[in-house]
């Protein structure tokens, strides 16, 4: 049977733990986690969608755990429900503050617990459908430029830690403006919708990832692959797009649209900002228009 989210149960009291679970488990996949030094080891990489926890049980643990979970780019959201032996409107203003989303006394009811577990997996399901339609360009369905500038921070810390190369493309469309004015916006956004569908199609296959940069520019990164297969995935691009033959009688280039790459591939020196890459990209896109080359590929 398919469950429809993923709790985390944080108790130290065993009976505790295995009432939840039993309160749970028909509906929800149920981990149980002793101590919060477990539950954080659990939460990485498991898809947790909301926390349980017993913070009387906890005592100051309880407290420091929930605002690890603040200061965790990945766990700030995840709602947490508190439940306690206590009836103190005082302890529960305090497991409120401290971020909880909800505060449920024992001995407790079942249903209750059910349908509070209920309705804030709903408001989070609301909200993570919100936060991803923010990440999105509209009109090509890419990621869009705040997506971007967090993955490649991802990305960088990433290669840093363990001093792996990244490439990181910019793909630009050659004379677009002339296109627009000739054939209008609406067959403007249908052309940028085509190049980055097969873009975006041709760096998931390498497990890379591919966001809307601006106008008519695209982003691609990809981790752990060659200067020359970094050259080679910039001339896949260009063949991929002039596969598409999308007509571009005022291009002084070609008959058909086409795209130059500039190139930024970082071997060795992690020392700069993570947008850094980004902007040599960029200037190396320059380059590649300046020069009529098909790609410029900087190593940094």
Same mark, same amino acid.
């Given at each position: 049977?398919?469950?429809?989210?993923?709790?985390?149960?944080?108790?130290?009291?065993?009976?505790?733990?295995?009432?939840?679970?039993?309160?749970?488990?028909?509906?929800?996949?149920?981990?149980?986690?002793?101590?919060?030094?477990?539950?954080?080891?659990?939460?990485?990489?498991?898809?947790?969608?909301?926390?349980?926890?017993?913070?009387?049980?906890?005592?100051?643990?309880?407290?420091?755990?929930?605002?690890?979970?603040?200061?965790?780019?990945?766990?700030?959201?995840?709602?947490?429900? %508190?439940?306690?032996?206590? !009836?103190?409107?005082?302890?529960?203003? $305090?497991?409120? @503050? =401290?971020?909880?989303? *909800?505060?449920? &006394?024992?001995?407790?009811?079942?249903?209750?617990?059910?349908?509070? %577990?209920?309705?804030?997996? !709903?408001?989070?399901?609301?909200?993570? $459908?919100?936060? @991803? =339609?923010?990440?999105? *360009?509209?009109? &090509?369905?890419?990621?869009?430029?705040?997506?971007?500038?967090?993955?490649?921070?991802?990305?960088?810390?990433?290669?840093?830690?363990?001093?792996?190369?990244?490439?990181?493309?910019?793909?630009?469309?050659?004379?677009?403006?002339?296109?627009?004015?000739?054939?209008?916006?609406?067959?403007?956004?249908?052309?940028?919708?085509?190049?980055?569908?097969?873009?975006?199609?041709?760096?998931?296959?390498?497990?890379?990832?591919?966001?809307?940069?601006?106008?008519?520019?695209?982003?691609?990164?990809?981790?752990?692959?060659?200067?020359?297969?970094?050259?080679?995935?910039?001339?896949?691009?260009?063949?991929?797009?002039?596969?598409?033959?999308?007509?571009?009688?005022?291009?002084?280039?070609?008959?058909?649209?086409?795209?130059?790459?500039?190139?930024?591939?970082?071997?060795?020196?992690?020392?700069?900002?993570?947008?850094?890459?980004?902007?040599?990209?960029?200037?190396?896109?320059?380059?590649?228009?300046?020069?009529?080359?098909?790609?410029?590929?900087?190593?940094?």
């Amino acid at each position: 049977m398919h469950k429809s989210a993923h709790i985390l149960v944080l108790d130290p009291d065993p009976l505790n733990r295995v009432v939840l679970q039993n309160t749970l488990e028909e509906t929800y996949l149920v981990t149980l986690s002793s101590t919060p030094e477990q539950a954080l080891t659990q939460l990485k990489g498991t898809g947790v969608d909301l926390i349980i926890m017993d913070n009387q049980q906890l005592g100051d643990a309880g407290e420091v755990f929930l605002q690890a979970l603040k200061a965790n780019a990945e766990t700030v959201q995840l709602p947490v429900i %508190v439940i306690s032996a206590s !009836a103190s409107f005082l302890d529960e203003a $305090q497991s409120l @503050q =401290q971020g909880a989303v *909800d505060y449920i &006394t024992k001995p407790f009811n079942p249903n209750i617990v059910k349908a509070r %577990v209920k309705i804030h997996l !709903a408001i989070k399901q609301r909200n993570d $459908q919100l936060s @991803q =339609q923010a990440l999105i *360009d509209g009109m &090509t369905s890419l990621p869009n430029r705040r997506a971007l500038d967090q993955t490649l921070a991802t990305f960088w810390r990433q290669c840093a830690s363990g001093v792996r190369p990244l490439a990181v493309f910019v793909l630009g469309v050659d004379h677009f403006e002339r296109y627009n004015q000739l054939f209008g916006h609406i067959r403007g956004d249908e052309c940028l919708y085509k190049i980055a569908q097969v873009v975006a199609g041709l760096i998931s296959n390498m497990d890379g990832f591919t966001a809307r940069y601006d106008g008519g520019r695209f982003v691609a990164l990809l981790r752990d692959i060659s200067e020359m297969e970094a050259q080679e995935v910039a001339e896949a691009m260009h063949k991929a797009v002039a596969a598409l033959a999308i007509r571009h009688p005022q291009s002084p280039i070609c008959a058909h649209v086409t795209v130059s790459v500039g190139i930024c591939y970082t071997k060795a020196d992690f020392s700069r900002v993570h947008r850094d890459p980004l902007d040599l990209a960029a200037t190396a896109l320059n380059e590649a228009r300046e020069r009529q080359q098909k790609a410029v590929l900087s190593v940094v």
